[in-house]
C-alpha cells in the first residue's frame, strides 16, 4: 500500500451530505410505503447504495487522510475495493434500469400500455444485486485484482495491471465493456429517447388549449441533469484510470491531487442524488394546484386533484391533467 496521501476536507462534507440526503429519500419513501409506485422502488435501491457507499467507504478514506497513510494495509485495501465494486456496479445498473423502464412507459396508453408491477421491479433489483456481487467476487477468486488507488487514499480495480498479463487484460477490458460503456450508453439512448417522445407529445397538442411547454422543459431538464450529472460525476475517473492502464510506469509523476479530484468527483454522485430528487418533486407539489385544465365546478376540480396525485408527469404531458413529477425518472 502506498504510505502517503492527501488530507482533503470535501470528503467528510461528501459523506456528511450523502447520509443525511439519502437518509431522507428513505424515510420519505417509508412514510408512503404503501403508495409508492413500482419503479419508484428504483430510487429506494439508488439512494440504498448511495448512503452504503457512504457509510461503508468514505470513513475508512477520511481516516487515512488524516493518517497520511492507509489505514489497515492490504486487508483494508481488499474490503475497501469489494464495496466499491459492489456499490458502484449497482448504482450504474439502477441508473440504466431507471432509464429503460421510464423510455418503455413514456407514451404508452395508462392501461393498455406497458407496466411494471412490484414482483417485476423487485426481480430486477435484485437481478442487480447478484450481477453486482459477481463482480465484485470475480477479483477475489483469481480474475483480475483489486490495488491501492495512487494518491493511497482508496483502492479499486488494478488498473495498472491491464498490459502485464492476459488475466488482468481481460477483466478490465469485460468490465469496461459490461459495466461502464454499455450502462452509460443505455443511460444516454434512453433519456435522449424520452426527450423526443416528450418533443414529439407536445407538438402533437400545440393546438389544443393546454400549456405544456413547461412540462417538457421540466422533464427534459431532470432526464438531462441525471444523465449529464452522472458522466460528469465519472468520465474523469475513468480517463484517469484508463491513463493509468496505459501509462502504469509513470503515473507516479503525476500530482496526487490530479489523480485525487477524479476519485472525489465520482463519490460527489451519491451527495447530489437525493437534491435532484428533491427539487423536482417540491417543484411538482407546488404546480398541482394550477396545473389542472378545463374545471368547471368544484366537484370536477376535486375529482381531477385526485387524479393529478396519482399519476406521474409523464402521463400528464400525454393525458392532459396535471404535472407531478417523480423523483426517479
Known amino acids: 500500500i502506498l504510505n502517503y496521501t492527501v488530507t482533503f476536507p470535501p470528503a467528510s462534507s461528501y459523506t456528511t451530505m450523502s447520509v443525511i440526503g439519502n437518509a431522507a429519500v428513505l424515510v420519505s419513501a417509508s412514510r408512503r410505503i404503501s403508495q409508492l409506485k413500482a419503479p419508484e422502488l428504483l430510487t429506494v435501491n439508488l ?46 445498473m439502477t441508473l440504466a434500469v431507471m432509464g429503460m423502464i421510464r423510455y418503455l412507459v413514456t407514451g404508452t396508453p395508462p392501461k393498455t400500455g406497458v407496466k411494471f408491477q412490484r414482483p417485476t421491479i423487485r426481480l430486477l433489483i435484485s437481478g442487480i444485486w447478484l450481477y453486482a456481487v459477481l463482480w465484485a467476487v470475480l477479483p477475489l477468486v483469481g480474475w483480475g485484482s483489486y490495488g491501492p488507488e495512487p494518491f493511497g487514499l482508496a483502492c479499486s480495480v488494478d488498473w495498472t495491471g491491464y498490459g502485464e498479463s492476459l488475466n488482468h487484460s481481460t477483466f478490465i477490458l469485460v468490465l469496461s465493456v459490461l459495466c461502464t460503456f454499455l450502462p452509460c450508453l443505455l443511460i444516454l439512448f434512453t433519456y435522449f429517447g424520452i426527450a423526443w417522445k416528450l418533443h414529439r407529445a407536445y407538438k402533437s397538442i400545440q393546438t389544443q388549449d393546454f400549456q405544456y411547454g413547461n412540462i417538457e422543459k421540466k422533464i427534459t431538464l431532470m432526464a438531462v441533469m441525471i444523465s449529464v450529472g452522472f458522466l460528469i460525476a465519472w468520465t474523469p475517473y475513468v480517463v484517469v484510470s484508463y491513463w493509468s492502464m496505459h501509462h502504469a510506469r509513470t503515473q507516479h509523476l503525476m500530482s496526487p491531487f490530479i489523480t485525487l479530484l477524479p476519485c472525489l468527483f465520482a463519490k460527489s454522485s451519491t451527495a447530489y442524488n437525493p437534491f435532484i430528487y428533491f427539487l423536482f418533486q417540491c417543484s411538482a407539489r407546488r404546480e398541482q394546484i394550477g396545473c389542472c385544465c378545463n374545471v368547471h365546478t368544484n366537484f370536477t376540480f376535486v375529482k381531477i386533484m385526485t387524479k393529478c396525485i396519482s399519476m406521474d408527469i409523464i402521463d400528464c404531458v400525454f393525458h392532459n391533467i396535471c404535472v407531478n413529477v417523480y423523483p426517479f425518472l
Not at 48 to 67: C, E, H, K, Q, R
Not at 74 to 88: E, I, K, P, R
Open 47 to 92: 439512494a440504498v447504495t448511495d448512503i452504503g457507499m457512504a457509510l461503508s467507504m468514505y470513513p475508512l478514506s477520511i481516516a487515512s487522510a488524516f493518517n497520511h497513510a492507509w489505514l489497515g494495509g492490504d486487508a483494508t485495501c481488499l474490503y475497501y475495493g469489494v464495496m466499491g465494486m459492489l456499490f458502484s456496479v449497482t448504482s450504474i
